[in-house]
Nanobody, 120 residues
């Protein structure tokens, strides 16, 4: 069972910055599309940013221009740089890795979640 290890998160004032990092095993990192999702209590988990193994990137409209996702091949990690944070960004952030096996099974792994709190 793959374990995604998340670091970063915490509390910051509006306008501040935080960086989240998610580390996977090499075997998963090399082939998976990885992304960050967020969830507030009572709501569904929504995609924030995602990056494929080939480097294709997708952002939620609400974070475009403020958040940057990147892959760090040396560390098997995906980083989410969050700038100009707003109170509406407050949520638990989850890392996800999704891949297709040689037998065409889709595997999806989740991190344990990390809290981001932005105060006004």
């Amino acid at each position: 069972q793959e374990q995604l290890v998340e670091t970063g998160g915490g509390s910051v004032q509006a306008g501040g910055s935080l960086t989240l990092s998610c580390t996977a095993s090499r075997s998963v990192f090399d082939v998976a599309a990885m992304g960050w999702y967020r969830q507030i209590p009572g709501s569904q988990r929504d995609m924030v940013a995602a990056i494929t193994s080939g480097g294709r990137i997708n952002y939620a409209d609400s974070v475009k221009g403020r958040f940057t996702i990147s892959r760090n091949d040396a560390k098997n990690s995906v980083d989410l740089q969050m700038n100009s944070l707003e109170p509406e960004d407050t949520a638990v952030y989850y890392c996800n890795a999704i891949l297709e096996t040689a037998t065409h099974r889709t595997l999806s792994y989740w991190g344990q979640g990390t809290q981001v709190t932005v105060s006004s």
